[in-house]
Each structure stands twice: as C-alpha cells, then as structure tokens.
C-alpha cells in the first residue's frame, strides 16, 4: 500500500524558508523517483523538483537555487528545503512517487521535476505573505 503524508508547511515572510518532509511507506520509499509539486488557485499543478535514486536532483526553473530535496534514508522521509521564499511560492505542495516496481520506467523517461508520479500525498499548504 502506497502511503505518502506531507508536514511542514505553513506561513513564512517574503526571504524566509521552510522546510517540507514526506513521510513514505517503505515500499514506497523505494520508488526510483520521487518528487514535490505544487499547485496554486486558479494554475496549473507545476513540479518543483524530483529526486531518483542514485541521488541525481532536478529542479524547476522558478526554485532553482533556494530550494533542495533531499531523501532521509533512516527514515524514509523525502525533505524539501526551501529558502528565499517568494509570494509565488504559495500554493499546495504535493509529495509523490513513482510505482517501485516500475524502475524501468524511470531508466526510460528518467526523473524530470515534471515526472507523471503514480502516488501522491494529500498535500500540504504553504503560504508566502510580502
């Protein structure tokens, strides 16, 4: 059973940070991608960045360089660390993941930020006040 539960949103200040954690099932956790989206009243859902699992990081244009995603093994926990926070930034960001089993999918398409993720989290609100 796929299980991915967001935490850690919330409100910040323009320039501030927060830090996203998705907490996976174990199988789950062993998806050969896995990543953050987010989506905004009345936009498209936007992938902000992904992570496979040889380490490789891939970002959106619009966060490069204030935010980073990283995996905590020992707690198969998927972190987004998220800096310089911008008005644009609020939305609602979603944990995702591919299918464990589907490794050669992710050999084929590689881990884009906009990867079409098979599970999802239920998401976690973060806002950006000026």
């Known amino acids: 059973q796929a299980s991915l539960v967001e935490s850690g949103g919330g409100a910040a200040q323009a320039g501030g940070s927060l830090r996203l954690s998705c907490a996976a099932s174990?199988?789950?956790?062993?998806?050969?991608?896995m990543g953050w989206f987010r989506q905004a009243p009345g936009k498209e859902r936007e992938g902000v960045a992904s992570?496979?699992?040889?380490?490789?990081?891939y970002y959106a244009d619009s966060v490069k360089g204030r935010f980073t995603i990283s995996k905590d093994n020992a707690k198969n926990t998927l972190n987004l660390q998220m800096y310089s926070l911008k008005p644009d930034d609020t939305a609602m960001y979603y944990c995702?993941?591919?299918?464990?089993?589907?490794?050669?999918?992710?050999?084929?398409?590689?881990?884009?930020?906009?990867?079409?993720?098979?599970?999802w989290g239920q998401g976690t609100q973060v806002t950006v006040a000026l």
């Open positions: 992570i496979d699992n040889d380490g490789y990081t």
């Open positions: 174990e199988n789950t956790f062993r998806s050969s991608c």
């Open positions: 995702a993941a591919e299918n464990f089993q589907n490794a050669e999918a992710v050999r084929a398409l590689g881990c884009p930020a906009d990867y079409r993720f098979v599970h």
